[in-house]
């Protein structure tokens, strides 16, 4: 076959890699084979730029049951059940169409959690965007809402929490990771593993159409609408549905040796993983497919991405109560080979083979490129911004400040997006979106629960990755310890630019780390993960977004805690009283400046102030907790004030005191390890010997309660004129004429 | 007294899990799944439509679930008088069968609403409603794209005149106002029976608040209701 | 079905069109006009927004078709409480397939 | 737009289809088929479901709205990433107002 660069750009592969490929093979590749590498060696399959990165995580711990490497991660919840989940991107895609690559990021992050045996629980979902004040940016905004609510709603599947952040390094590339959780008996759950020489390989779902080929290597290219050719995928909720119920009670015969669910790659990684993790072989018959469409090719038909599809294999004696399974719940399914002894993963074509290569040429042998990272001139020189340079605010402009800020796209209300997700199905909502930092689900016949969020401030992590990456785990966590849950795991979504690029492998390397050092400090495992790079439109690579997706556990559920005041009693702020501006949403936000460094972290402190806090909640002293993100203490006590309907009376002179006197950095910087919490007057004393015994630095802030947030001599403002500005952050351009913009197709 | 739930599950249903945890954990009674392949009835007291997507929601909400097998023995089966519950897209697939007057249209903000609403009991003449109070107002999650209720004026009229407006959206204290109107529904509607009175539909999810930890426990109170109707019937026979 | 049914029957294509009754208030459609709008075309007047499907099927003549596609229609492809429809079928020769 | 213009401008009815291009999954089509055969339509082999839009707009002459009306379709009505469309245009005459 004749190798041109033209042929090597259609696979993504490079001269030396298809060199490395004749080597290995003795020979050269098939026309199938080619496609076949190009997928496996993606950076979307293969990790070949991150793999030495990923080593760096922690993956160990005493509730872990299966760290990386399966479709997902799972952790001891107790009652011997286990908690299945993973995040996963789907950004590629929905830049091109929002609602259906959205759509397909849930479908195929969901069949990643019931390949495991697991019955998915619960969805939630990470979104980066451009400005709100772009027409392209609301057409992806709404399309990707859309999607995500159109395909989870209607697997039954509540979605209960999220992130979204709006800045203009995404705006050409959006970033959409998706996760779920499920929960599963452990002594259920179930690998990918294909073995027993003989046993039928089937494929059940959707019939196979030329959608998205080639999608794993598109989603490994910068400029994805140029490089895009196959057909967008549209998924099909309503099929998925049927397969979760089918493939969760095929799990419970003695049938099925493996299951694996086919995403990226299609066919080609599904069949490859299989075998490779099994280490045995397996022979496929592209004829037995069933097809959509009219004269595909072998090459088509192990590279399409039709969505969902899923792979069992069977013991032969068990195919026929298999069959019935799927006949029960109108699926169709077809025999399309079986598993061998040689390791092989051999292709035919009727009689005609048309590709034969070791499973583990695919896999294990795929390249690894190590690089260098080296930090941009540019990104030191943002951090190292002057904070004098900035005027403080005045008192008599801080309520407006505060206002604007609430209204901010970054801050504001998403109750606008929450709404549109159903999240009470399956009646296990117990802390819903919006009402509390993390969403806590119960578990069913156990008296406990989960709590669940995802979390990343880029921001953080472009102006100091290594900090970044360590804040956004500590925020994660921090969220789950708010509503009362020990955190146990999480899974990560590496949203990157191009590695190739020295100053974003310099990021990649940086977060990771960070990462790595809060995981480790906060005994927070990493089981699951993901990796999304050459996310750059033009030449302008994302902010670098390792988004952290994390859950926790409540030992009883009937002890959480939720972020609105009640009245009647304390506001405390737990954890450091300085604050900084450094890469703040204020200063971007206010002064339109992306700079500084962001605040220091003590893991020590993050520590301390998270245990302290989940013991006063699972104790039953408090029920209000809520940490300071972004926008600083003013915004965190005016959330917690909104959601309450009630005030608070507050004086922060000692604050201003520990910040220079600077109105702004009290009001507005940001920090880590801070949680305000409140408590009633009974038990306030308690709480506070409590609190000092702990050894952390505690603040009385003052009184909650009444219609108006008051800090003295500096603003007063009502609660309702605070709720206001918050409810409109993401829709008021709807009311603008010159913002709001309709969706295309959607009409 | 116990009475046998039947929960009807259509491909892409997918609000069974709740309506049999509703039944059994919420009112401990007797509840079973029943695919949409079968075709009887007979062991049941009390029908449950559940919410979900019936094959997709594709082309119209309920508009293929209708012809289900299953659908002629719950015609059947209503038509003997005894209690059917459609929630959601139970309601939906109700109208469509022909079996609840009116229709459901898309909401009109276009968009999929989830929340917790309250709701005005307008009439106690169902087995569903028998228990409570006339304009009782009960505390229930929504969770629909296609829940505005349609009925064109003559029909609203007669729907009014015989009493089969069985629930309106109301606020807390059971006025009504438009503001609450989470869908855009004709007159307030949020559910209907039949002329009978024995089959209602709702848009609202009675099985998803059968517990005060996931929000509100009022859902059982439309649920528990047929029990003591049952009884009722029981006790004069 | 018999062999001599199969050689008379023929392929059709039907296209189904479907719409909200007048009385219907339709914010779709609605939608799609102030979308319009918004994009500056001030001379769209009104929007209704509806369905439209295309059918391959077999039969024998074109009224037979048309008397089962009515049927279709009736029954399944529009709900009559709150919409119309029409429809129109025409013989698919071998040169447009 | 001045007194003149209005005069020569007339109204029209434009009919838009919009309908999935061919090689894309069209999971709806999928289920209206099934639903049709579970009625007993077995005949039908293949359904591809789309939108109909009806607009009622002003315009100077035929040429001139359909290339507004193509606008409209790029822009707004279909989404061409993956549905293609056509539509038809036609003069209101008073009478059939
Ligand atoms: N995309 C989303 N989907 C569902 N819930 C979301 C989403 N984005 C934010 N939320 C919810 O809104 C609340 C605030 O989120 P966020 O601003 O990210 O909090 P934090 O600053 O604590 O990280 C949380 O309850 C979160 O789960
Ligand atoms: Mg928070």
Redesign the pocket.
């Known amino acids: 076959m004749q190798v041109t660069a033209e042929v090597l750009a259609e696979v993504a592969l490079t001269e030396s890699e298809y060199a490395l490929i004749v080597e290995k093979l003795g020979r050269e590749p098939t026309p199938v084979e080619l496609g076949m590498f190009g997928a496996m060696w993606s950076e979307h399959c293969g990790y070949k730029n991150s793999r030495p990165i990923l080593k760096r995580f922690p993956t160990t711990g005493e509730h872990v049951l299966q760290g990386p490497g399966e479709n997902a991660g799972a952790v001891d919840i107790g009652d011997g059940l286990a908690a299945v989940f993973k995040i996963e991107s789907h950004n590629h895609p929905s830049a091109v169409e929002p609602y259906q690559g959205a759509a397909t990021g849930v479908g195929g992050i969901v069949r990643d959690i019931f390949t495991m045996g697991a019955r998915p629980t619960a969805l939630?979902?990470s979104?980066r965007f451009g400005p709100l004040t772009e027409p392209r940016t609301r057409y992806l905004f709404s399309g990707v809402v859309g999607g995500i609510g159109g395909y989870g709603n209607c697997l039954g599947i509540p979605?209960?929490?999220?992130?979204?952040f709006f800045h203009s390094s995404y705006a050409g590339n959006p970033l959409v990771n998706a996760m779920c959780v499920g929960i599963a008996r452990q002594d259920q759950l179930t690998t990918a593993e294909a073995s027993g020489v003989g046993n039928l390989v089937v494929l059940v779902g959707a019939d196979t159409g030329r959608d998205g080929i080639q999608g794993a290597t598109f989603a490994s290219v910068v400029n994805p609408e140029a490089s895009h050719r196959g057909v967008i995928q549209v998924g099909n909720p309503f099929l998925e549905k049927l397969l979760i119920e089918a493939c969760l009670e095929l799990l419970q015969t003695p049938h099925v040796v493996a299951m694996q669910d086919l995403g990226a790659a299609g066919l080609t990684s599904s069949a490859v993983e299989c075998a490779s993790r099994g280490t045995v072989g397996i022979e496929i018959d592209v004829d037995k497919v069933s097809r959509r469409e009219k004269g595909m090719t072998p090459y088509e038909v192990m590279l399409s991405e039709s969505q969902e599809r899923m792979l069992v294999v069977v013991r032969p004696e068990g195919l026929e109560s298999v069959q019935q399974i799927f006949e029960y719940y109108d699926l169709h399914s077809d025999v399309i080979g079986h598993v061998t002894d040689d390791g092989n993963v051999r292709i035919t074509s009727g009689e005609e083979v048309v590709a034969n290569v070791p499973a583990r040429l695919y896999t294990d042998e795929c390249p690894v490129y190590t690089r260098e990272g080296v930090e941009k001139k540019a990104v030191q020189t943002l951090r190292a911004f002057e904070m004098s340079a900035i005027p403080d605010v005045s008192a008599q402009d801080s309520a407006g400040v505060l206002l604007k800020l609430l209204k901010s796209p970054n801050i504001g209300s998403?109750e606008s997006?929450?709404r549109t997700?159903d999240h009470t199905i399956l009646s296990n909502t117990v802390v819903a979106?919006?009402?509390?930092?993390?969403?806590v689900i119960r578990v069913k016949g156990t008296g406990s629960g989960l709590a669940v969020?995802t979390?990343c401030n880029p921001r953080y992590c472009y102006l100091e990755p290594f900090s970044g990456g360590a804040h956004a785990v500590a925020?994660a966590a921090r969220?789950i310890s708010c509503v009362g849950a020990q955190p146990l795991a999480i899974t990560n979504c590496l949203n990157f630019g191009n590695p190739e690029d020295p100053g974003v492998y310099y990021q990649m390397q940086q977060a990771v780390d960070g990462m790595s050092a809060a995981c480790n400090a906060l005994g927070i495992p990493v089981i699951s993960g993901n990796v999304s790079l050459y996310n750059e439109s033009g030449d302008t690579a994302i902010f670098p977004t390792p988004t952290v997706g994390i859950v926790g556990r409540l030992d009883n559920v009937d002890r959480h805690a939720s972020m609105g005041f009640q009245g009647g009693g304390a506001a405390i702020l737990v954890g450091p009283g300085e604050a900084s501006l450094g890469a703040s949403e204020y200063l971007e936000e206010v002064h339109g400046k992306t700079a500084g460094a962001p605040p220091e972290i003590d893991l020590e402190l993050e520590v301390k102030v998270q245990r302290a806090v989940r013991q006063l909640i699972a104790d039953g002293l408090i029920n209000v907790a809520h940490?300071t993100?972004?926008g600083g203490l003013a915004i965190a006590l005016a959330e917690s004030c909104i959601q309450g309907r009630a005030g608070l009376e507050s004086d922060l002179g000692e604050l201003l005191a520990v910040n220079n006197q600077r109105l702004d950095q009290t009001l507005f910087g940001e920090a880590a390890s801070r949680i305000i919490i409140e408590v009633s007057r009974e038990r306030e004393s308690a709480v506070l010997d409590r609190l000092h015994e702990s050894g952390i630095p505690i603040w009385r802030l003052g009184a909650t309660g009444g219609e108006r947030f008051r800090v003295t001599g500096i603003l007063d403002v009502t609660v309702d004129e605070l709720a206001a500005s918050w409810s409109a952050a993401l829709t008021s351009y709807r009311e603008d004429p010159e913002t709001s913009q309709p969706v295309p197709g959607r009409g | 007294m116990s009475m046998r739930y039947a929960v009807i599950t259509f491909p892409g249903s997918n609000g069974e899990h709740d309506a049999l945890m509703a039944v059994e954990l919420g009112l401990g009674m007797p509840v079973e799944a029943v695919w949409y392949k079968e075709t009887s009835l007979d062991r049941f007291d009390a029908l449950l439509l559940p919410g979900g997507f019936s094959y997709g929601d594709y082309l119209r909400p309920g508009a293929i679930a209708r012809f289900a097998p299953i659908m002629a023995a719950v015609e059947e089966f209503a038509a003997s008088g005894k209690p059917v519950l459609g929630i959601c897209n139970g309601f939906q697939v109700l109208t469509e069968a022909g079996l609840l007057p009116g229709a459901l249209l898309r909401n009109q903000s276009l968009e999929f609403r989830c929340a917790w609403v309250h709701v005005r009991t307008e009439t106690t003449r169902t087995p569903w409603t028998a228990p409570l109070a006339d304009g009782e107002v009960l505390h229930l999650p929504i969770a629909h794209g296609d829940g505005r209720y349609f009925a064109e004026p003559d029909l609203l009229n007669r729907l009014i005149q015989k009493d089969q407006v069985v629930f309106r959206y109301s606020t807390e204290s059971g006025e009504r106002e438009s503001s609450v109107n989470p869908n855009g529904s004709v007159d307030d509607i949020a559910g209907v029976c039949n002329s009978a009175g024995n089959v209602v539909g709702l848009m609202p999810h009675p099985e998803r608040a059968y517990d005060t930890l996931i929000g509100g426990d009022d859902g059982l109170r439309i649920l528990s209701s047929v029990l003591r109707a049952g009884m009722a019937a029981a006790s004069g026979a | 079905m018999t062999a001599t049914d199969q050689k008379t029957k023929q392929n059709w294509l039907v296209e189904v069109f479907v719409s909200l009754k007048p009385a219907v208030n339709d914010p779709q459609g609605l939608a799609i006009k102030d979308g319009l709008h918004m994009l500056g075309y001030d001379e769209v007047d009104d929007v209704r927004a509806g369905k439209y499907m295309q059918l391959h099927l077999s039969g024998s003549d074109q009224s037979a078709v048309e008397s089962r596609v009515a049927d279709m229609c009736e029954k399944l492809l529009a709900n009559t409480v709150i919409e119309s429809y029409r429809f129109t079928v025409q013989p698919i020769t071998d040169d447009s397939q």
């Not at chain 1, 919006?434 to 969403?439: F, L, R, S, V």
Request: charged residues 35%; aromatic residues 4%; negative net charge.
């Open positions: 939630l979902n979104l979605t209960v929490s999220g992130d979204i998403r997006v929450t997700y979106p919006i009402k509390a930092d993390a969403a969020k979390d925020e969220n940490d993100s972004e």
